[in-house]
């Protein structure tokens, strides 16, 4: 009887563009199968072991109860991001009422975080239902995240990038989302997918051509891959991870 086929779910955004390009052209990995997925989704596939390893939120973490990091690589940023931002027609000390972007339980949780321990502001928080990235303009301040943002930024006078905003507060590095295993898989497998991703990172621009295919018009993407995101989940970032987990348990 065949091996059962390990399941991967990712997020489906371009950020992960080199993650994806490790996985499906490295040569490295066989017998597997991979679903992209918002966030959201994504947490849940893994939370309810519907998937077997994926790139969940980090917000996700402290809800599961046997887990195991796999690799050396994250979706993280030194500083400014840019994909992960407050945007508001208001100043912060103003803020009444913000709207929370669904798609993510780590971003819900850090401007929470942020405006709590470090803008020292108490506004409402509403979830975000509204199908259409256009009506989001009308808010008077809202949580975006991902690809949506790119085409938000302009429309509101206000923008705080989230993971910027976390620097100034800590002098860390953040941490959105890691790859994490839910069971019980060949050793070989979990190797070979950690040099997959790492081939991914190396080949960045290869990863680009190959998988973005024009759909970014409005953004520098190779900027934005090599400058704004930060995939190595190094000591400082594993520092950070841990002290985001400690305040999210804490409000």
């Known amino acids: 009887m065949p091996n059962k086929a390990i399941k991967i779910t990712a997020i489906s955004y371009l950020n992960t563009i080199p993650f994806i390009y490790g996985i499906q052209k490295s040569g490295l ?7 992209l997925e918002v966030p959201s989704v994504s947490a849940k596939k893994i939370l309810n072991h519907k998937a077997d390893i994926g790139l969940v939120p980090v917000a996700l973490l402290e809800n599961l109860k046997d887990y195991q990091i796999i690799t050396d690589y994250c979706i993280g940023a030194q ?3 840019k994909s992960v ?3 508001s027609h208001k100043p912060l000390a103003q803020i009444k009422t913000v709207f929370l972007d669904v798609d993510s339980l780590t971003s819900v949780n850090l401007v929470k975080v942020l405006a709590k321990h470090y803008w020292k502001i108490n506004p409402e928080w509403k979830n975000q239902t509204e199908p259409k990235v256009k009506a989001y303009e009308n808010y008077e301040s809202i949580v975006a995240i991902g690809d949506k943002t790119f085409d938000l930024i302009n429309k509101f006078e206000f923008c705080y ?11 860390l590095p953040f941490v959105f989302a890691c790859w994490v295993s839910v ?3 060949a050793e070989q497998f979990i190797t070979n997918f950690s040099k997959a991703i790492d081939y991914g990172v190396k080949n960045i621009g290869q990863s680009i051509n190959e998988i973005s295919k024009g759909k970014y018009e409005n953004i520098n993407i190779t900027e934005y891959l090599t400058q704004q995101i930060s995939f190595k989940f190094d000591d400082k970032k594993r520092e950070a991870l841990n002290l985001f987990l400690k305040l999210i348990a804490n409000h």
Request: hydrophobic share 45%; glycine share 8%; proline share 0%.
């Open 29 to 35: 990995l066989d017998n597997y199968t991979l679903q």
């Open 79 to 81: 500083g400014k991001v």
């Open 85 to 87: 931002v407050l945007l």
């Open 161 to 171: 990038d989230l993971s910027e905003e976390w620097f100034n507060f800590t002098g």
């Open 183 to 185: 069971s019980a898989i």
